[in-house]
């Protein structure tokens, strides 16, 4: 995974090296909301456990496309 930094913070000691293998949640409602609602298609949740978003979209995103995604910080450069 290439990664670009700035002066944008991700939460507590996280790092774009390190996202597909900690746990994080910016947003517990949405978790929340995600982990208890069904796709109507696959009866699947759409959040099945915490930690696995990062993972499964560089999973998936390489399966789909041939390449692996990559993670990079924009914005606030005002430093």
Do not use: W
Not at 16 to 40: G, K
Not at 64 to 76: K, T
């Amino acid at each position: 995974m290439t990664c670009s930094t700035s002066s944008v913070k991700l939460p507590n000691t996280l790092t774009l090296d390190d996202m597909p293998y900690r746990t994080f949640t910016r947003n517990q409602l949405l978790v929340s909301f995600l982990s208890r609602i069904r796709s109507r298609r696959t009866e699947q949740v759409f959040l099945e456990s915490r930690g696995e978003g990062v993972r499964k979209i560089l999973q998936d995103g390489e399966a789909h496309s041939g390449r692996r995604p990559e993670y990079a910080l924009f914005g606030d450069d005002s430093d």
